[in-house]
C-alpha cells in the first residue's frame, strides 16, 4: 500500500501528519496521543479501506475486489469512530480538501508474503514490543526519568544495582517511534495526575477527584508500565496483545488495573507472575501461562495490572477483601475516585497484596 502527497502539510495518515480532524466526529485526531485509524477509497464513499484499527488486519468495503476508479488516502478517525466514519462517508457528508494523496492497493499475488502469524507469542529479543521494528531502538525508562528527578527534587539519594547517576534505570529497547511519539506524550500527561496524586491531602494540600477519564488515562499508563516490566523479565504477554495497545491506547477488556495509596521504605518495588488462572468450575483452560499479574510502585501509589490471554467472553473476577485500599480503574473506573484512601499500603502488606492474584 503507498501513498504520495504533494509538499506543504503533512495530509492526515501519511508519514510525519501530526493532528487532522476525524472523519467521523469532525474533533481533532492527535496522532501521538489518541488511538486511530487511516480511511482511503474513493471520494464518493463507494469503496472504503480502514487500517490501523488492529494489528495485521485491513477492513475493506469488498475485500475480493478494488474498484477501478482512482482512490485517496481520505484521512484519519478516532478507534471509537470507525462506524460513524463509515455511516458518513458512504452517505457523503464528509467534505475533502481538493488535493488528496493517491492510494494504490496491491491484492493477491501483487502483495509479497507476510512473515508467520506470530501475535500470539511474546515479543523477541532485539525489537519492539509494541511494533515489532528492529530498527531505531532506543533505551526506554520503565519508572520514567521524571520519576527519578521528582524523587531527586524530594531530596532522596538513589543508589543500588538498577540506578546509574542518582538516576533509576531500568530500561528496555523500544523504537524510536513509540518511546518519543505516543509513549512520550502519555508520560507527559500521567505525570500531570500522578505528582498531584502522590501529594494530595498532605499537609495543607487538599484530596483531590479523578475523573472517569483520569482513571482511565491512570490505566493506560499502568498498563503501558506492566507491559515493559514483562518485555524486561523474560515477556509472557502475547505481542499481538502490545501491539494492539500502542494502536488503541487504552488497555484491553482482558485487563483488569487497581491503584492503591503505598508508603514507600524504597524507591520501586515490582513483581510480576505468570499465572494459570482456572475457570469457574475449577478446569484449566488450553494455554499455559493463561495470565499474568504485574503489581508495582511509583512515588506513594501501587499499582497492580492482571490480565488473561483466552479473550472472548472469559473475565477476571475479583474476591479480594481490600475495600478502602484498592480501587479498580479499569474496565469499571467509579464515577469519581477520591485521593488519597484512608488506609493505604506498605513493606509489610505488599507480600500479601502481591500473593492475592491466584
Ligand atoms: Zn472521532
Ligand atoms: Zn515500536
Known amino acids: 500500500m503507498t501513498g504520495r502527497a504533494d509538499a506543504g502539510k503533512v495530509p492526515a495518515g501519511m508519514p510525519g501528519w501530526r493532528n487532522a480532524p476525524c472523519l467521523g ?8 496521543r489518541d488511538g486511530w485509524l487511516i480511511i482511503g477509497g474513493t471520494r464518493s464513499g463507494s469503496y472504503l479501506v480502514a487500517w490501523g484499527a488492529m494489528p495485521r488486519l485491513i477492513y475493506a468495503t469488498d475485500p475480493a475486489g478494488v474498484p477501478g476508479e482512482k482512490l485517496f488516502m481520505l484521512g484519519v478517525a478516532h478507534q471509537s469512530c470507525i462506524h460513524t466514519t463509515r455511516a458518513r462517508l458512504e452517505a457523503g457528508t464528509v467534505r475533502f480538501p481538493a488535493e488528496l494523496p493517491d492510494l494504490e492497493l496491491e491484492q493477491g499475488d501483487q502483495v509479497p508474503p507476510l512473515p508467520l502469524y506470530m501475535l500470539d507469542k511474546p515479543a523477541e529479543p ?40 542518582n538516576r533509576i534505570n531500568i530500561t528496555i529497547p523500544v523504537c524510536d517511534d513509540c518511546n518519543n511519539k505516543w509513549m ?25 477527584q479523578l475523573s472517569v477519564a483520569q482513571q482511565i488515562r491512570l490505566s493506560t499508563w499502568a498498563v503501558k508500565t506492566a507491559y515493559l516490566i514483562d518485555a524486561y523479565q523474560g515477556p509472557v504477554i502475547p505481542r499481538g496483545f502490545l501491539q494492539e495497545f500502542a494502536l488503541k491506547r487504552v488497555p484491553n ?9 503505598y508508603t514507600p521504605d524504597v524507591a520501586l518495588r515490582a513483581d510480576k507472575k505468570a499465572l494459570d488462572f482456572l475457570t469457574s468450575d475449577g478446569q484449566p483452560t488450553k494455554n499455559s501461562p493463561n495470565s499474568f499479574s504485574i503489581t508495582f510502585t511509583i512515588l506513594n501509589l501501587v499499582f497492580q495490572v492482571v490480565g488473561h490471554f483466552n479473550g472472548g467472553t472469559w473475565t477476571l473476577r475479583d474476591n479480594r477483601q481490600y475495600d478502602g485500599a484498592l480501587f479498580e480503574i479499569w474496565p469499571n473506573p467509579a464515577e469519581k ?18 500473593a492475592s492474584i491466584s
Open 25 to 32: 466526529c469532525g474533533s481533532k485526531v492527535v496522532q501521538s
Open 126 to 165: 532485539g525489537s519492539c514490543p509494541f511494533c515489532d521494528s528492529r530498527f531505531l531502538l532506543t533505551d526506554e525508562h520503565i519508572w520514567p526519568l521524571w520519576y527519578s528527578r521528582e524523587l531527586q527534587a524530594r531530596g532522596a539519594i538513589l543508589t543500588g544495582a538498577a540506578t546509574k547517576n
Open 184 to 208: 512520550s506524550v502519555l508520560e507527559g500527561d500521567v505525570k500531570e495526575l500522578l505528582v498531584p496524586m502522590a501529594d494530595a491531602g498532605a499537609g495543607a494540600r487538599e484530596p483531590i
Open 253 to 261: 477488556p482482558w485487563t483488569m488495573v487497581w491503584v492503591g495509596g
Open 337 to 354: 475516585l477520591s485521593w488519597p484512601p484512608s488506609i493505604g499500603f506498605s513493606q509489610i502488606s505488599w507480600d500479601a497484596l502481591v
